[in-house]
């Protein structure tokens, strides 16, 4: 895996040290932090460590290229679905870039934290992180150019909404000539006209959830998205299953809502079959026509999101960091990425190589498992 980046450390120092923090993020470890990495690495202080998210001259945007590209020549698939979505990290005291009280769905309140905003690719093959924005909130610190320039935030770096930096991270995909077959996201990026716009005009085919008053245009003028699926015959919703949960298939009944001739949008209508009046919008941009279960396919793909997000925190210390400054930031992350990265694909070679035997679980006390086929 190492010998994937190792071309971007130029100093022997940097690249011993990036090869040995690595090791670290993919060590057995509870808290994969600098002290901890340092420890395992036989090493008396986080120091070195330390400069290597901090002063050694290397380029994570590079590794970041370079995790995108080893992600997708393993993972890669026809139908796979790049997902914008943001996670939180829990922090102390004001210093640490973009850090603030805010909202974040890891906690489920508002806490104080910085707020990352990634790319997701995810495919039957697997699912990995492939590219990060750190969403920096536009009162508490891009107004503040002391407070940033105290961070290493460059005077550059301008405010940008959490939609736009999603569109940035898509803007580099295509200009690496990577083809997007599908994107989704959830209501924070679908209600945002600029990037519905932007999508359709790369071409690129969306499922992106909306809020109960996104207006969809009809023959007859706009209308509500709740008001249109309250119209709707029971005959037109299907059950379907938006793919493998824990508990088996996800199933809802949904709905799609074809405005007329000439809309290249359509309004897909998720219910829950235990709560009727549970209903999720989306709003579908397409080259031409899709069947229904493709689209509630890439709109199930949002949520193998969250448990990526889960498997880098746990396993590669994704949050595990303990720096304060923009570059250290983008630093660890990065590497954090790459160390999950390799264990999605590690894990898609062995099943391609081992495929799990098909056998009848015995009972207690029964003869040994039956082979079938």
Same mark, same amino acid.
């Given at each position: ?220 003028? #706009? ?35 074809? #405005?007329? #001739? ?94 799990? #035997? ?16």
């Amino acid at each position: 895996m190492f010998a994937l980046v190792a071309g971007r450390f130029a100093q022997a120092d940097s690249r011993a040290r990036a090869q040995k923090y690595l090791l670290g993020l993919l060590s057995g470890v509870e808290r994969k932090n600098s002290w901890s990495l340092a420890e395992l690495a036989g090493d008396s202080s986080p120091d070195g460590m330390q400069r290597l998210l901090n002063f050694y001259r290397w380029d994570a945007e590079a590794v970041r290229d370079d995790v995108r590209g080893y992600v997708l020549a393993h993972l890669d698939d026809p139908s796979g679905v790049f997902v914008g979505d943001e996670t939180g990290f829990i922090k102390k005291g004001t210093k640490s870039a973009g850090v603030q009280r805010q909202y974040t769905g890891t906690s489920g309140k508002i806490d104080n934290c910085q707020v990352g905003v990634f790319l997701t690719y995810v495919s039957r093959h697997g699912r990995a992180l492939i590219d990060r924005e750190l969403y920096l909130p536009q009162k508490s610190w891009c107004a503040d150019r002391d407070r940033c320039r105290e961070a290493g935030i460059g005077d550059e770096v301008e405010f940008a909404t959490k939609p736009e930096l999603a569109r940035r991270m898509l803007a580099r995909l295509l200009e690496a000539g990577v083809t997007v077959g599908w994107f989704t996201a959830d209501e924070l990026y679908g209600d945002n006209p600029a990037l519905r716009d932007w999508l359709a005009e790369q071409a690129v085919n969306y499922v992106l959830a909306v809020s109960c008053d996104y207006q969809v245009t009809t023959p007859t003028g #706009p209308a509500r998205a709740d008001v249109l699926a309250g119209r709707a015959p029971a005959r037109g919703w299907q059950r379907l299953s938006a793919g493998r949960g824990s508990k088996g298939h996800r199933l809802y009944d949904w709905l799609l809502i074809d #405005p007329g #001739p000439g809309e290249r949008h359509q309004l897909l209508v998720r219910r829950s079959i235990s709560d009727p009046t549970d209903l999720a919008y989306y709003v579908c941009h397409t080259a031409g026509p899709v069947p229904l279960a493709e689209l509630v396919r890439v709109a199930g793909s949002r949520w193998a999101v969250e448990e990526t997000f889960q498997f880098a925190k746990n396993e590669t210390g994704l949050d595990h960091y303990q720096v304060r400054k923009y570059i250290a930031w983008y630093r660890h992350i990065t590497l954090a990425m790459l160390a999950a990265a390799f264990l999605a694909v590690t894990a898609h070679t062995e099943r391609i190589r081992t495929p799990p #035997p098909r056998y009848r679980t015995p009972e207690k006390g029964a003869p040994e498992p039956i082979l079938i086929g």
